[in-house]
């Protein structure tokens, strides 16, 4: 009997889980309750018939092994009878529920008149469980893309062909148009760096900045934040890019051009970890970046035109011997993006100081920091004016300067006025920049 009530528990812990469960169990209980009183009853007629003779005890233990066997046997039964309900409950009553015990193991062992019971079981599911990939590039292109900033590329395009233009317009030497040398092959390897540049710019300042927990408190959380780009996911979409990159850059003409994506590449990779933390230096690494896009194409641009050959020994003089425009363009995106930079910079200075970035207006204040970018901005617009203005006045590249320039002065004053407390204001200097620089850069063809 207690290797019967040993079995049960078993049985009820196995199939414990479930209502199903549960009403087999009560039913278990019912039987077991009416064989134990069966037993008390036969224990009370053994006690009386103790006294009487020989033949009557014997009569009385055969009928006793009877009755145990008949115990046995009706306890069988009646579990087969409960087991065989339970199936049927089971597929009536929960025909979703599907388990199937993979390995029950019982091991009955006697000692010291008790029974022990060793179950070994484990329960799986027939319906196996999804396992969730695990994320890779290709399956978050998407996001990885999203985080390049391709809104970007537009800019990136446009600096590409107004350094190239400049480059030819300027150029005396070799029989390349402006048309012809832009459908190049090697120029459009370097339209194809300069866009994988400034994808792992964007890329590279998003992975450190989640690593530093700088994203974190940000309104609108990036993909490595909420997790939907694992942290080595981004790792290997860098090195991917930086490799591609590199690897166009051995077909970019010219040795300058050269020298140009790659000291790009240095200061994209050691900008967010390194550089930026520095004050000054953060603005003056992201104004060079932008700067750099129509150096590199117009110095592509002028070895086309001169003949330069990756081993040629003159090549390093192109860079003293780039046309004026094309300095003056240069110099033109570096002073605008710089202040551009440092607006950017005051209305983000409670979460640099959070984050302990030492930024410009962090470090002396939100009123000096947009003293700095009036300056910057001034300069700006006097190298945008003296071209139109030099070798004769060229009425309609004035006006675009005049307008742009104009534009840009009136917004970043009254960044000054409110000494860079009013963020509406300073982000409307921001985005009105697109607008502005594209009548500058008009300015210039």
Not at 117 to 130: E, F, L
Not at 133 to 152: A, E, H, I, Q, Y
Not at 280 to 309: D, E, H, M
Request: net charge positive; aromatic share 6%.
């Amino acid at each position: 009997m207690r290797v019967y009530k040993t079995a049960t528990a078993a049985l009820m812990l196995l199939l414990n889980g479930g209502g199903v469960a549960d009403a087999f169990s009560a039913k278990l209980a019912k039987r077991y309750a009416a064989i134990h009183r069966t037993k008390s009853l036969t224990k009370s007629e053994n006690r009386f018939g103790s006294g009487a003779t020989t033949s009557e005890g014997r009569d009385s233990k055969d009928h006793q092994s009877s009755s145990t066997e008949l115990e046995a046997s009706t306890s069988e039964s009646e579990v087969a009878e409960a087991d065989s309900q339970h199936q049927e409950d089971t597929k009536e009553e929960a025909p979703t529920v599907k388990a199937s015990i993979d390995a029950t193991h019982v091991f009955v062992a006697s000692t010291s008149g008790a029974t022990r019971v060793v179950a070994d079981t484990s329960v799986t599911s027939t319906s196996p469980t999804a396992t969730k990939p695990t994320p890779t590039v290709l399956s978050c292109w998407k996001d990885l893309l999203g985080m390049t900033r391709p809104s970007n590329f537009m800019g990136v395009v446009i600096f590409h062909l107004l350094g190239t233009y400049l480059a030819t317009a300027a150029s005396n030497t070799g029989d390349l148009s402006f048309v012809s040398t832009l459908l190049k092959p090697s120029m459009c390897v370097v339209l194809v760096v300069l866009l994988l540049t400034s994808s792992t710019s964007m890329l590279v300042n998003d992975y450190y900045d989640a690593r530093l927990g700088v994203d974190a408190t940000k309104a609108h959380a990036k993909p490595l934040v909420t997790g939907q780009v694992p942290m080595a996911v981004a790792k290997q979409a860098l090195n991917y890019l930086y490799a591609v990159t590199l690897l166009g850059a051995v077909i970019v003409p010219g040795i300058p051009a050269r020298m140009s994506v790659v000291v790009g590449l240095m200061l994209t990779f050691w900008y967010t970890k390194h550089l930026k933390p520095i004050t000054w230096l953060k603005n003056v690494v992201c104004a060079c970046l932008i700067a750099f896009a129509p150096l590199t194409s117009g110095s592509a641009a002028i070895a086309l035109q001169r003949g330069a050959t990756v081993i040629s020994p003159n090549a390093i003089m192109q860079v003293a011997t780039l046309p004026a425009s094309l300095i003056r363009c240069v110099s033109m995106l570096f002073f605008g993006f710089l202040g551009r930079e440092i607006m950017m910079d005051i209305n983000d200075t409670e979460d640099d100081r959070l984050h302990r970035v030492r930024t410009v207006p962090v470090k002396y204040g939100r009123r000096f920091a947009s003293g700095v970018a009036l300056a910057s901005t001034s300069i700006m617009s006097v190298l945008v004016l003296i071209g139109p203005i030099l070798g004769g006045i060229n009425w309609r590249r004035l006006i675009f300067a005049v307008l742009g320039a104009g534009a840009m002065m009136k917004r970043v004053v009254d960044v000054v006025r409110t000494e860079g407390h009013d963020k509406d204001i300073v982000n409307k200097a921001i985005e009105e920049g697109h607008l502005t620089m594209m009548l500058l850069l008009a300015s210039f063809i």
